[in-house]
């Protein structure tokens, strides 16, 4: 009886184990790329026998449910997107991305895989780029004359000349901390950093110049309202034939030529690159999206056969032919998705992979705080027009306070 | 006597300056619903538009929602079932045998904030293999539809004199009697009341479900999200899926309020 007992068992546990290790549990954010993923998953259960359980959620519930779930010590889920500016770092350190070892990383640009390595090991796979960008109304610019500017000078004369009571001459995200990403750039071509050698020190001159010049931008140039304008507010603007020029991230590119979503011309819509400021031209280019494997994950070789697919030279391809600003070096070469993406674009990306700055936004597991911080000296730069008296010692106060939080967690001076 | 017309301009003018920012937003909400992206955003706000239909053929074809639809109404009505069949008893116990450390007791799981519980509740639940599964999320519901109950009806139970069951007693009727045939028929509108405030609460819930719920058992809060993408956001087809999600809850509170209102005055009369 009791070994007939323990053969049922036996049965059983293996018939749960085997059940068990012919499944995978996906986690997609609601973004292209996992509509893309989730059309051809039905090709990879048919080539592998594989069950892939996936879930899409939006980006913060993703987290969320992440987070809940990787805390508990007890989550099933076994391949998952993450952001890694967003979530990287403190899901680095908490230990629940699993190191990616036997993927080949060759097809990367380099400053994709900063993001993705921490110490010698890469923790991710780089799905999605993106990278800053100026949009501009070419039926504006023709009709007062003016050339696409090449520099901030540039960039406030042609505000200046576009402006009319009707339409924003200049319009950039100014809502405190959504603007933390959008300002980078400035900061950048400006000289500047958020963050040196594990060091705040946006309060420098050059940072500050560059604050000064985002808020007398907005504020003489800008949309009314725009302190409390991010992406969302501005985008619908802009495809609403309110704003002649808008500084944001490539990714919006597509809906705003999209005739379903726009009432301007596909035609009237240019790209370009992030005017060059008085010291640099180093736009952020920034890994948005990536893709992992959990640690808590039990089954890894599946998890593993399965990223591998996820990630693909061929899905790649797939997703820049549809508009996706892949990370693979590859999809930018292929010929079929050339002939099929916008020439601006493309150039635009090139520019920005050689000489772009790899962060949008402090890099720290306090990403959140901090944002919130430096959001505060924009407001006020904005507010002011560039002028306050005050926003010295303000960015020195804001400075502090992040220092602290680098302190917290350990990151301080850490590089 | 007739009011003068100036009382009724005025009356008309207090009533507008009331229910229109109410209403605003539902009008705005309607309206959009069946619109296009383009009409959305357009500035001026275009009053005359075409309409389409093409946002609700998303949330109900594209989506299903109708799927969600039954996943909310599942846990809400389960939900709030077991919350009464648990919290009615024990809401006249704490009104008539004076249990004011219970009654506390159980307001301070409706204080605590609910992300207290997401994470012992992930363990358990996932433990138990009952990860998106309904009896999860009943559960959870049931954490804050319950203290509603009681709390609700203790007051309410307090208002009712005493001497209906006494004298219900003196005939000869148990306790449980008097409770079932005098005082839960006489408490309809107290009852209701809390019928609507936990069925709503439960049916707007958004963060119980989002960590307790996955494709299978996704509640109706967690799909819109559906229309929420990065860097993107479908506007016309969150709005259907609003319209969509509020219609049966609006329904059943103008079904409700009729009885809350019935109830009432039935109350006084015999009270």
Redesign the interface.
């Known amino acids: 009886m009791r070994k007939l007992l323990t053969i049922l068992l036996a049965v059983i546990l293996v018939g749960m184990v085997s059940a068990q290790a012919k499944e995978v549990r996906v986690l997609l954010?609601?973004?292209?790329y996992g509509e893309l993923l989730k059309a051809a998953i039905p090709e990879y259960e048919a080539a592998t026998g594989v069950k892939v359980?996936?879930?899409?959620?939006?980006?913060s519930?993703l987290t969320?449910?992440l987070t809940?779930?990787f805390?508990?010590n007890?989550?099933?889920v076994d391949v998952f997107m993450t952001r890694p500016l967003q979530e990287g770092k403190m899901f680095y350190k908490n230990g629940w991305y699993e190191p990616l070892a036997g993927y080949d990383f060759s097809d990367y640009p380099e400053s994709a895989m900063g993001i993705a390595r921490f110490g010698a090991k890469p923790y991710l796979v780089p799905l999605v780029t993106e990278w800053q960008v100026l949009y501009y109304r070419k039926d504006l610019f023709k009709k007062a004359g003016l050339a696409v500017p090449k520099t901030f000078d540039d960039l406030e004369k042609a505000a200046k000349a576009l402006k009319t009571a009707d339409v924003a001459g200049f319009a950039s995200r100014g809502k405190g901390a959504a603007a933390v990403t959008q300002l980078s750039s400035y900061i950048y071509n400006y000289g500047g950093r958020y963050l040196d050698k594990g060091k705040a020190v946006f309060d420098s001159k050059q940072a500050l110049d560059a604050i000064r010049f985002y808020g007398k931008m907005l504020a003489n140039y800008g949309p009314t309202g725009v302190t409390s304008m991010s992406?969302?507010n501005i985008m619908?603007?802009f495809?609403?034939g309110?704003v002649a020029m808008w500084t944001d991230?490539s990714?919006?590119y597509g809906?705003i030529v999209d005739p379903?979503?726009?009432?301007v011309a596909a035609a009237d819509v240019g790209i370009a690159n992030l005017p060059a400021g008085p010291k640099a031209s180093n736009p952020f280019i920034v890994v948005?999206?990536g893709m992992a494997v959990a640690r808590q994950s039990k089954n890894k070789a599946l998890a593993m056969d399965f990223i591998k697919w996820a990630t693909s030279k061929e899905l790649a391809k797939k997703g820049l032919i549809s508009n996706i600003t892949m990370a693979r070096n590859s999809a930018w070469a292929d010929p079929e998705a050339l002939a099929k993406a916008n020439a601006e674009l493309v150039a635009s990306r090139s520019f920005a992979a050689k000489n772009g700055f790899p962060y949008d936004r402090p890099y720290m597991s306090a990403v959140g705080n901090a944002r919130d911080l430096i959001g505060e000296v924009i407001i006020e730069s904005i507010n002011t027009a560039g002028a306050s008296t005050k926003l010295e010692t303000l960015a020195k106060d804001k400075v502090r306070a992040v220092n602290e939080l680098l302190e917290d967690t350990g990151e301080f001076g850490v590089y | 006597m007739k009011p003068h017309p100036l009382r009724k301009l005025g009356f008309a003018l207090i009533l507008v300056l009331i229910a229109g920012p109410v209403l605003f937003p539902f009008v705005w909400m309607l309206a959009s619903s069946f619109k296009?992206?383009?009409d959305i955003?357009?500035?001026p706000p275009r009053i005359l538009f075409s309409p389409i239909l093409e946002n609700y053929r998303k949330v109900f074809q594209e989506q299903n929602f109708l799927k969600y639809f039954v996943n909310s109404s599942i846990v809400g009505v389960t939900s709030v079932a077991f919350s009464l069949l648990l919290g009615l008893p024990a809401a006249y116990s704490i009104a008539r045998f004076r249990q004011k450390r219970l009654s506390v007791l159980i307001l301070v799981a409706r204080l605590m904030p609910g992300i207290s519980f997401?994470?012992p509740w992930?363990?358990i639940f996932?433990?138990l293999k009952l990860?998106d599964s309904y009896t999860a999320l009943i559960l959870s519901h049931m954490l804050i539809a319950l203290p509603i109950v009681v709390w609700i009806m203790s007051s309410y139970f307090e208002t009712i004199p005493i001497e209906m069951e006494e004298s219900a007693m003196v005939d000869g009727a148990t306790r449980q009697r008097a409770f079932l045939s005098i005082i839960l028929p006489v408490s309809s509108p107290g009852i209701v009341t809390a019928i609507t405030l936990s069925f709503i609460f439960s049916w707007n819930n958004f963060m119980f479900s989002?960590?307790l719920s996955?494709?299978k058992t996704k509640t109706l809060p967690?799909a819109v999200?559906?229309f929420?993408?990065?860097?993107?956001?479908d506007w016309g087809a969150v709005m259907a899926a609003a319209v969509a999600i509020m219609a049966p809850a609006i329904l059943l509170t103008m079904i409700f309020q009729k009885y809350v209102v019935k109830g009432l005055t039935m109350g006084a009369v015999k009270g």
Not at chain 2, 228 to 233: F, I, K
């Open positions: 954010a609601n973004h292209p359980n996936v879930e899409s959620l939006q980006e519930q969320t449910k809940t779930e805390a508990t007890s989550s099933t992406w969302e619908p603007l495809q609403a309110k991230a990714v919006f809906q379903a979503k726009s009432q948005s999206w | 296009t992206q383009v955003i357009a500035w997401l994470m992930y363990i996932s433990r990860m989002q960590v996955m494709e967690i999200y559906n929420v993408s990065y860097a993107e956001v």
